[in-house]
């Protein structure tokens, strides 16, 4: 008589699926990576290192711009990491950038945390709008400034600041505290527009508009290596009035640039359709239930009756 099997019915781990588990965890692990420096860049504005406190929020963003690349590098998107990035986005470029502007501009004032507050609410309002209009869906235009880009534009106004160019030149004499208000309540404005700005621009030769996107991602490269502390901050502003000048000239034109719509319709298919919708694998197996199930034999079919 054999001993008893005391591993029958234990459910072992299927090594492919533990290997999908792990590689699913990587596009989230960048985007909590994310939310531990929006956290970090809080904190260290509220001790007054405004340096670090933007160094934390560039980490961010670079963590931000990297999550949805590696999960669609490895086909794990999902509904879940979209609406988890949108979280950390709101704190890391929303809440973190206003407060990093409380400490180390404002006066602090009886009414300036409402500038704060006006601020993140239109990132909230702008990443709840993205999640219904272009989460997982082929993009080359963003409808409204992205959260991301406002927040760096705020995180890095602190290193243009202490440059040669901003305090050896006539900027450092315009009243800053005034021009950043204004900025501020511009990019709350702008992030919750119908503005277009172009995603990241298609590198290569064949086309014109591959051409200047490759001299873009060029230019942007050796800005940040060579440039540093004095690209950041001007470069991100003359991307937010770009999306400005140009939808001002087009509607001027009474014409829209291509590709580009003010909502996505919610026909228009997702990139993995499946990933985005937790009852898509389950309506598929179905379908393959009933495809491979035997008909009916003829003369087998139950009365109405016995139904």
Not at 51 to 63: D, P, Q, R
Not at 187 to 201: E, H, T
Request: charge should be positive; proline fraction near 7%.
């Amino acid at each position: 008589m054999l001993p008893p099997d005391h591993t029958r019915g234990v459910v072992r781990d299927d090594p492919d699926r533990v290997s999908r588990r792990s590689i699913v965890v990587l596009p989230n692990g960048f985007t909590l990576f994310n939310l531990l420096c929006g956290m970090f860049a809080i904190v260290s504005a509220s001790r007054g290192d405004f340096n670090l406190a933007a160094f934390a929020i560039v980490s961010g963003g670079v963590a931000d711009a990297l999550d949805g690349r590696v999960a669609r590098a490895t086909g794990t998107g999902s509904r879940f990491g979209s609406e988890l990035d949108s979280l950390v986005d709101a704190i890391s470029f929303g809440l973190a950038p206003a407060l990093i502007m409380y400490f180390a501009v404002f006066n602090k004032g009886r009414w300036d945390w409402l500038f704060c507050f006006f601020f993140t609410a239109c990132a909230v309002i702008r990443l709840a709008r993205f999640n219904v209009e272009q989460a997982g869906r082929a993009k080359k235009y963003f409808h409204g400034l992205p959260s991301p880009a406002a927040g760096l534009t705020l995180a890095t106004y602190y290193w243009f600041s202490q440059t040669p160019l901003y305090n050896e030149t006539v900027l450092g004499d315009l009243n800053w505290t005034v021009a950043l208000t204004v900025l501020m309540a511009l990019l709350a404005f702008v992030m919750i527009s119908n503005v277009s700005y172009p995603a990241i621009p298609t590198v290569g030769f064949r086309k014109v508009s591959e051409i200047l996107g490759t001299l873009v991602v060029a230019a942007t490269v050796l800005g940040v290596f060579f440039l540093r502390k004095e690209f950041y901050f001007p470069a991100l502003v003359l991307y937010v009035l770009y999306g400005l000048a140009k939808t001002v000239l087009f509607g001027l034109m009474g014409r829209r640039p291509r590709y580009d719509a003010p909502v996505i319709s919610d026909d228009e298919p997702l990139l993995d359709s499946a990933a985005y919708d937790i009852e898509g694998p389950r309506r598929s197996r179905r379908r393959r239930k009933r495809r491979h199930r035997p008909a009916t034999p003829p003369g087998d079919e139950p009365a109405p009756g016995e139904l």
